[in-house]
Every structure is written in C-alpha cells, then in structure tokens.
C-alpha cells in the first residue's frame, strides 16, 4: 500500500523507529520532516511512503523512484542521507491538536498505531515528534506508556 505522507524514524533503544507524518497536500509534511531531520532524526521516505505489516508491526519505506529525496519547497528536491526502512511506531497528523487530547489510535494495513495531531509549523514540532516518539510510540521496547493509553489486546487483555 502506498500512503501519500512522509516518514522520518529515530534511533531508539537500538532500533529505528518511524514516524508517519500525514495531512493534506501543503499542510507542511515535508517542512515538518527537514526540521526533523535537525533534531536526530533521518529521512526513510518524503510525499510517498510504501507500508507493509508484518508480525503484527507496520514497516515503512520510500518507493524506489524516491528513495533519498526530499522536496523543501522553495528550493527544490534534493538529496541526502536517508535509511532504507523502518518500523513505523506512530502517526502522526498535521493540522490542528487538542490541548490535552484523548489517547488515540489510527490503522494502517490492519496494524493499530499511536496516534497524535502536531501543528507542522509550530517551532516546538519537531522537539513534540520526539517526545511523543519516546512516550507513545515506543510499544514493547519499554518507555513509559500509560495503562489507559494502551490499545486493548485480543480476548480483552489489557496487560
């Protein structure tokens, strides 16, 4: 499946984990993803972002024609250092947010994510990617997450 979004991932804990930042054409993915990208994160995949589930875990990467570039609008599409794949651990929509929203949780090819709303061109974005990457997105891996934010397991399991 191809998704028109973006995806930048972190190291974390050993492991590349991805955010999957979506919103309309012109909602600021991209701006969202090259400010990322100075706050430690690497490019995976810019305007489209091929996903795949496996072992109950969602993947993302850039499709070929793509892979390594980005466009900053203004200046144009360029390259630069991006890493092949990763595990998508949140999603993440630009546009308008609730000051203390609710837990919430978006699917993709059958795999429930954390998911948060960021206003892409706050200046504060990029550092909320991370904090959020670190608190909801961080799954089995260990970081706190709240029991009440915690999707519910089959044959209704909450552990």
Partial sequence: MILHAGLVAR????YWRGVLIEGASGAGKSDLALRALDHGFRLVADDRVVVWASGGA????APDSLAGLMEARGIGVHGGASINFCRIALSVSCGPYERMPEPAWKDHAGVRLP???IEPFEASAPAKL???LQHLGAGAEGAYQDQLAAPPRPGGDSR
Avoid: F, N
């Fill in 58 to 61: 969602l993947y993302g990467r």
């Fill in 115 to 117: 998911a948060v709303s």
């Fill in 130 to 132: 991370g904090r959020a």
């Fill in 11 to 14: 190291r974390q804990d050993g």
